[in-house]
């Protein structure tokens, strides 16, 4: 444009005329070189505000990548505090886990620890217990042996005593009853009866000799099946 305002006051001075017109830019009646002038002016005017806009751009850019790097330096230490806090949680979580397994592992062995002792202890007093009832039936079958033996010696002697006979049967019978059989007397009954049947017998043995003799002669397996008891308790009652 300045050139353009150059040239047209050149013709003007070539030709020996000067028109003028109104300026927009002061507004008033100029030349071409008034023109050219104004022009110049506004050029640098222009120029200068151009310069200060783009200063104040790179000024305001500036400050915003400034404020945009301390954000990100500022998420950036949030971020590795947040993740160093959060390694921590981590790790204090897996530790507990850790532990608490530990726990179950030493809780769940113990238990199935005790489980298999307390089987093994029920299964040791079943083994016993079936023992125990072996040796008592067996003790029962004996016992039953030697009363039945008894009451077979019993009834063989009574056969020979004649008239006494059913009394020397009944009074054996009711004596293998108290001392092998029946438990269920208290003591003071069962010291009296006892008496009662020492003294028949002893009546019995001096009405008939051989009553005697056949209690001596099977004095053993009286003793073998009355037991250690009722030997006592027959003897109690003899001293008393």
């Known amino acids: 444009m300045y050139k353009l305002l150059t040239a047209l006051a050149l013709s003007s001075l070539l030709f020996g005329c000067t028109p003028t017109s109104v300026s927009p830019f002061s507004g008033k009646e100029v030349t071409a070189d008034q023109l050219a002038a104004e022009a110049k002016v506004e050029e640098v005017k222009i120029a200068r505000e151009a310069a200060a806009v783009k200063t104040s751009s790179e000024r305001e850019l500036s400050d915003i990548y400034a404020a945009q790097k301390k954000a990100k330096a500022a998420f950036d230490r949030a971020v590795s505090r947040i993740q160093a806090d959060a390694k ?22 113990r238990i199935i620890a005790s489980t298999s002792a307390k089987i093994a202890e029920l299964d040791a007093r079943r083994e016993a217990n ?8 067996a003790d029962i079958e004996a016992k039953q042996a030697k009363y ?31 001392f092998g059989v029946s438990k269920k007397r208290d003591a003071q009954a069962a010291h009296e009866n006892a008496g009662r049947i020492i ?24 003793t073998e099946w009355m037991g250690s008891d009722a030997v006592k308790l027959v003897t109690k009652v003899q001293n008393t």
């Open 130 to 137: 079936a023992e125990s009832a072996k040796a008592t039936l």
């Open 148 to 178: 039945e033996t008894f009451l077979s010696v019993g009834q063989t002697l009574a056969a020979g005593l004649g008239p006494y006979g059913g009394l020397a049967s009944g009074l054996l019978g009711l004596g293998g009853i108290l």
């Open 199 to 222: 003294d028949a017998i002893d009546v019995l043995k001096t009405k008939r000799p051989e009553v005697a003799d056949a209690f001596r002669a099977e004095s053993k397996l009286l």
């Open 88 to 109: 921590l949680q981590i790790e204090g979580l897996a530790a507990e886990l850790e532990q608490n397994q530990v726990e179950v592992e030493a809780t769940t062995s």
